[in-house]
């Protein structure tokens, strides 16, 4: 995703030169120090605070490894992500609403059959998902691949315990026919805790905010013509919908968990997703 940072990739302006400097690096760059130098004066920043400050961004960055994204989770409890997104995404009225991607996607599980189960491990509470992908006049979409994951009644995701859950347990890709529809059997998802043994999680505790996410099936939507769709569908009773660490909750993207007497699953789930034009 990002282009390896080496001191042979820098432009000229970056070893010193002064020439060529890119102009939105200057704008970010000066925007940046500005603000940082303004927080520092207005906050009176003592010279024990700054030392602490390094020592967090240190460790933050120590923690990082291939599988483990610290500086991510800082950015998402900050509420910088959803910034972002929100800065970024002008989806027209009626689309469905994006939000925060999280570090638990792997690339390339398998394709599935429309009312596939999805939850290997015989565990959690059963729930028929279904719906429809639909265009802005409410026409159905076809060959839109939706990929889908959730953690497990644990509240892991499979990459979180590759030793613990089976191969690509609660998730799936399901690719809708010429009506647009979609179904699959998971689980009710369960809310979760984001990784809290690192520096986020020491700052959350010192806060004294939870590390919890409200419970949610994460979807990427995607279809030719369309504009990709990452998203997340929560559960519409969960306790932690009001204080998502994250800030990722958006009242459109709640949805009706219905519990079923006597259904061949304990719930079922409807939701429609409805893309963009490119
Ligand atoms: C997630 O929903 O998987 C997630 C999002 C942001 C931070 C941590 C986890
Ligand atoms: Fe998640």
């Known amino acids: 995703m990002h282009p390896e940072i080496s001191p042979f990739a820098f432009p000229a302006g970056l070893r010193g030169e002064g020439k060529d400097i890119d102009?939105?690096?200057?704008?970010?760059?000066?925007?940046?120090v500005k603000h940082l130098h303004a927080s520092a004066k207005e906050i009176n920043l003592t010279q024990g605070e700054w030392e602490?400050?390094?020592?967090?961004l240190t460790r933050t960055g120590q923690i990082c490894s291939g599988e483990r994204q610290e500086f991510l989770l800082l950015s998402d409890t900050l509420g910088l992500s959803m910034l972002v997104n929100a800065i970024n995404n002008h989806r027209p009225p009626g689309a469905t609403e994006n939000t925060v991607f999280g570090p638990f996607h792997v690339a390339g599980a398998p394709v599935r059959?429309?009312?596939?189960?999805?939850s290997l491990d015989d565990n959690g509470e059963s729930?028929?998902?279904e719906g429809t992908v639909l265009d802005l006049d409410g026409n159905p979409v076809e060959g839109a691949r939706i990929d889908v994951w959730s953690d497990n009644a644990d509240g892991f995701y499979e990459v979180q315990q590759p030793d613990i859950q089976p191969k690509w347990n609660n998730h799936g890709i399901f690719v809708t026919g010429v009506v647009g529809r979609y179904n699959f059997i998971g689980i009710k998802p369960v809310s979760y805790p984001i990784p809290?043994?690192?520096?986020?999680?020491?700052m959350l505790g010192h806060l004294g905010r939870h590390a919890y996410r409200p419970a949610h099936m994460h979807y990427l939507v995607t279809a030719p013509g369309f504009q990709k769709l990452v998203t997340l569908i929560f559960v519409g009773d969960d306790a932690y919908l009001e204080s998502d660490t994250v800030f990722g909750v958006k009242k459109t993207l709640v949805a009706p968990f219905e519990r079923l007497v006597d259904g061949p699953t304990l719930w079922h789930s409807t939701f429609d997703f409805v893309l963009a034009p490119l």
Do not use: K, N, W
């Open 52 to 56: 602490y400050g390094i020592y967090f």
């Open 127 to 129: 729930c028929f998902y």
């Open 113 to 118: 059959q429309m009312g596939d189960i999805i």
């Open 23 to 32: 102009p939105r690096l200057r704008e970010v760059m000066a925007c940046l």
């Open 196 to 202: 809290g043994d690192g520096p986020v999680g020491y």
